[in-house]
């Protein structure tokens, strides 16, 4: 059944990761092109944004990457939905080959297996590789960035957000009988889940620690916090009222003498930089379990609610 399965969806395999190869190709042609061009010592600052006439072109570029096309990069997973998963049950139903696949020895079990095996092993595969591309990319600013501005493209994280991506749509797919109706799923059911991962699940898998005075490679979450002579926490505008200072226009702007002569000490929340692969392990199995969910649904769909 996996190379029948392979037979069927070939086209849609290969182009893919004709997408996911030649996007993995540009980063590693631009680290080339970076390494060929900079100074070992002059390559990790040219990651800052800033520009730096030892850089010449490239903070511009570097800086246009992580702001802009990071974002739409972002959604590949969505994308696996949309163009693989999708199709494997919907596109079955819409040109009626339901009625030939189904009626054979092939239990719908044994078929829908192979689909979803072939399917998320590639989709796993087309993860890694891009992964594997981005951090070699960016792997000379780690010394000077630390590894969580990666953590979206992670070597582990990131394929289990494409297997994830591709069940989401297989299981849109399968409910809604359109393959298109399983895409806009796939997308817009993607959306919310990465931006509620990102920004509420990632910070608060474990706690986050209290430092004076933040390191390279530490992920700040949160706000700043105040500790006074006895040692209790205050958050920011407690603190400002306890010692009599207004409010500034801009936080962070707060005079440094009065807050230390009132007896507050400022404190950073972060997750630090040695947590940096269990929180990718946490949050790759996150998403292993949400496909998880997805497949075992369309499996309950296909085989129990189908005629």
Known sequence: ???????????????????????????????????????????PDCFAGAPDPRCGDWPALIAF?????QLLLTLLPAALGMFLGAPVVAAELEH????????????????????????????VAYGLVFAAAYAWWFAPAIQREGRFPTFDFGLVSFPATCLFGFALGLAGGAVLRQTLA?????????????VVVKNLVRPRLF??????????????VGTQVFRDGAGVIHGYDETLALAGIPRPPIPGMEP???????????????QPAGRFWTLQLCEAGLFVLLAALCVAGAFWWVRRRLA
């Open 207 to 220: 706690s986050p620690v209290l430092t004076e005075q933040t390191h390279v490679g530490d992920l700040t």
């Open 256 to 270: 440094v003498d009065r807050l230390a002569s009132a007896g507050f000490t400022r404190l950073y929340p972060v």
């Open 1 to 43: 059944m996996i190379w029948v399965s392979w037979r069927q969806d070939r086209a849609r395999l290969l182009g893919l990761a004709a997408l996911f190869v030649v996007l993995a190709a540009g980063y590693v042609a631009m680290g080339a092109d970076m390494r060929g061009s900079l100074s070992t010592v002059d390559l």
């Open 182 to 194: 399983g895409a806009a799923v796939a997308l817009v059911g993607f959306l919310p889940v990465i």
């Open 96 to 123: 009626h080959t339901f009625r030939f696949t189904w009626t054979q020895s092939v239990t719908r079990g044994r078929w829908l297996g192979s689909k979803v095996l072939l399917g998320g092993a590639f989709s």
């Open 65 to 69: 990457v992580h702001n802009y096309a």
